[in-house]
T-cell receptor, first 113, second 114 residues
């Protein structure tokens, strides 16, 4: 158990819909990272937050947004969903801004029909 | 740009065979290098790391040496077990100009048979 909790574990929705994925980092970790894992794209970095502020941005689409709340949990919002958004979305956390070791959750599997 | 390239899988081995998974990188600065492992149905977990040239990371019988001259960080294990079956990801971390990035390779699936 990494200590990182992601909900929901599985989500099935339709194209055009909006979903929210939630992540609770390991106790004491201030940084939260979101990654998308798909069969054809591998593991893609989306975005990082540190103590409530955005710190780094990767290949995140404009239809996607994220935030980190004062209690340090984070949410990834995916809107106007497309078939190609079907993937496993991972949250990871680390103590500081600079990731020495990331602790990953078990992921949220999104299926868009 | 900065990137990580891993050998394509799947890699299929018999138990007790020698394992090598190749990883090379391209980076503008001096990255730290990592190997992560993903067991079926689980998230990634750190296997080993090296933060500077010639460092050797090791854990659970796995080893990798940071080779700056060949920009490589190949993963090796002398004798694999069925329980090592998983997907292995090579990754690099760079911190430059207040911007940091952790970049993963595509992953290499390892299947070990009894």
């Amino acid at each position: 158990d990494s200590g990182v909790t992601q909900t929901p574990k599985h989500l099935i929705t339709a194209t055009g819909q909006r979903v929210t994925l939630r992540c609770s980092p390991r106790s004491g970790d201030l940084s939260v990272y979101w990654y998308q894992q798909s069969l054809d794209q591998g593991l893609q970095f989306l975005i990082q937050y540190y103590n409530g502020e955005e710190r780094a941005k990767g290949n995140i689409l404009e239809r996607f947004s994220a935030q980190q709340f004062p209690d340090l949990h984070s949410e990834l919002n995916l809107s106007s969903l497309e078939l190609g958004d079907s993937a496993l979305y991972f949250c990871a956390s680390s103590v500081g801004i600079v990731p020495g070791e990331l602790f990953f959750g078990e992921g949220s599997r999104l299926t868009v029909l | 740009g900065d990137s990580v390239t891993q050998m394509e899988g799947p890699v299929t081995l018999s138990e007790e065979a020698f394992l090598t998974i190749n990883c090379t990188y391209t980076a503008t600065g001096y990255p730290s290098l990592f190997w992560y492992v993903q067991y079926p149905g689980e998230g990634l977990q750190l296997l080993l790391k090296a933060t500077k040239a010639d460092d050797k990371g090791s854990n659970k019988g796995f080893e990798a040496t940071y080779r700056k001259e060949t920009t490589s960080f190949h993963l090796e294990k002398g004798s694999v077990q069925v329980s090592d079956s998983a997907v292995y990801f090579c990754a690099l971390f760079l911190f430059s100009g207040g911007y940091n990035k952790l970049i993963f390779g595509a992953g290499t699936r390892l299947a070990v048979h009894p």
